[in-house]
């Protein structure tokens, strides 16, 4: 379960991703934004249950095993569980609609710039999070 070299390359993609976002965001394609910050959120959030020796589930949304696991994170993340494991089931509820849509609604109609601040605000601080309390991370 505990393989460093798998969670630092986890942050490392969550990282660049998070850097391809800014393009997104450029070119206003709101929906977009919020369906990668998804990924991000996730890949970071995976990095750091697999540094902690914690199962790395094949879920989209990890905030029940955070919450579950807590005693099992660094010390120092404790009081940023709760924020952690919002931005996961915040950005999980839009990861398929935000990418699909639906009969009834149109991604890149249906989320504006307010949701993608949104989600780009939760990939931001949960990289930084993550990076500030993974060994190794740079």
């Given at each position: 379960?505990?393989?460093?070299?798998?969670?630092?390359?986890?942050?490392?993609?969550?990282?660049?991703?998070?850097?391809?976002?800014?393009?997104?965001?450029?070119?206003?394609?709101?929906?977009?934004?919020?369906?990668?910050?998804?990924?991000?959120?996730?890949?970071?959030?995976?990095?750091?249950?697999?540094?902690?020796?914690?199962?790395?589930?094949?879920?989209?949304?990890?905030?029940?095993?955070?919450?579950?696991?807590?005693?099992?994170l660094p010390?120092?993340?404790?009081?940023?569980?709760?924020?952690?494991?919002?931005?996961?089931?915040?950005?999980?509820?839009?990861?398929?609609?935000?990418?699909?849509?639906?009969?009834?609604?149109?991604?890149?109609?249906?989320?504006?710039?307010?949701d993608a601040?949104?989600?780009?605000?939760?990939?931001?601080?949960?990289?930084e999070l993550?990076?500030?309390?993974?060994?190794?991370?740079?």
């Amino acid at each position: 379960m505990r393989n460093l070299d798998l969670a630092l390359d986890y942050l490392k993609r969550a990282s660049v991703r998070l850097r391809a976002l800014d393009v997104l965001y450029r070119g206003e394609s709101w929906a977009d934004v919020v369906r990668e910050s998804q990924e991000v959120v996730e890949l970071a959030l995976k990095a750091l249950l697999r540094a902690s020796g914690i199962e790395v589930p094949r879920i989209h949304d990890v905030a029940p095993v955070l919450h579950a696991e807590r005693h099992r994170l660094p010390e120092s993340l404790a009081p940023h569980v709760d924020d952690l494991a919002e931005a996961s089931r915040q950005l999980r509820r839009d990861r398929e609609l935000a990418f699909y849509g639906a009969e009834d609604l149109t991604p890149g109609e249906f989320y504006a710039r307010a949701d993608a601040d949104r989600a780009l605000t939760y990939a931001r601080r949960v990289v930084e999070l993550v990076s500030h309390h993974l060994p190794g991370a740079s």
